[in-house]
């Protein structure tokens, strides 16, 4: 099974997703472009948005094991582009020295319970290269020159996902299910559905013999294209579907807290 990205190249990534994040912002126009993916924000709410998140999440790790999230106040966006790129800038940086600081293996506060991933400083670097990568799509996007994900950001970028945003122990209120996902990079991955809730797993291929049950539905394309389809960016039309597509459509309406 293949191995989840080193802490230091997490961080690695993050640094250049951030910057090819701030090359969008200065392309565009305007900050008042609207966003496509994200429609309710324009291009200044999406660096505010992800600017704060840099700062909260380097206040939550560095803030080490806690039961619930620290006391934060959230830093003022400066309104001129200039300004607002220094700003985030400096949050990037503060979540970096902060991951640094801790390393992998440190407790932390995740917003992520009962999942498959550990509520650790390494699963939060690992969640938030996710993040600044979709958004960095978004603001590229906004400005008419989106490019697909690295491919070790989207790889990981897929099990990130369905270990952190998917597996849970809320019960499946439909009939249980089993769902794949296959990149075309080579990497396959499995989701079981019932009353236990949800679970994932890599598998070794497409036919992988150690899980050898039939998915109800499977979705098929390259890592990138799975991400965005993870995160609503791009529709269920634009990948390969093999299967009961209401399943899909059932999981993407699915609120574990509700």
């Not at 491919?151 to 597996?167: H, N, S």
């Not at 598998?203 to 991400?227: I, R």
């Amino acid at each position: 099974m293949e191995e989840t990205l080193e802490f230091a190249d997490l961080l690695r990534l993050m640094d250049e997703r951030s910057a090819a994040f701030r090359a969008a912002v200065a392309a565009a126009p305007s900050l008042d472009v609207q966003v496509p993916t994200c429609p309710e924000w324009t291009l200044f709410d999406l660096v505010q948005h992800l600017g704060e998140g840099r700062h909260r999440w380097a206040v939550t790790v560095a803030a080490g094991p806690a039961d619930n999230p620290p006391a934060f106040s959230a830093p003022v966006a400066p309104r001129e582009r200039e300004a607002l790129l220094a700003w985030f800038t400096e949050s990037t940086r503060q979540l970096l020295d902060a991951l640094w600081k801790a390393g992998p293996d440190q407790g932390c506060w995740t917003w992520w319970g009962p999942s498959q991933s550990p509520q650790t400083t390494g699963a939060v670097a690992r969640h938030q290269l996710q993040q600044v990568a979709v958004h960095t799509y978004d603001a590229q996007v906004a400005v008419g020159a989106p490019e697909p994900l690295p491919d070790a950001v989207a790889l990981d970028g897929v099990d990130e996902f369905l270990t952190t945003c998917v597996a849970n122990t809320a019960a499946w209120p439909h009939e249980p299910a089993v769902i794949d996902y296959h990149a075309t990079e080579g990497r396959s991955w499995r989701i079981w559905l019932d009353a236990d809730g949800a679970r994932t797993a890599r598998l070794s291929g497409p036919a992988a013999g150690e899980h050898p049950e039939t998915a109800y539905v499977s979705a098929q394309g390259t890592a990138n294209e799975l991400v965005m389809f993870c995160y609503g960016r791009i529709r269920m039309d634009s990948l390969r579907i093999d299967g009961d597509r209401h399943v899909f459509d059932q999981l993407i309406a699915w609120d574990p807290d509700a």
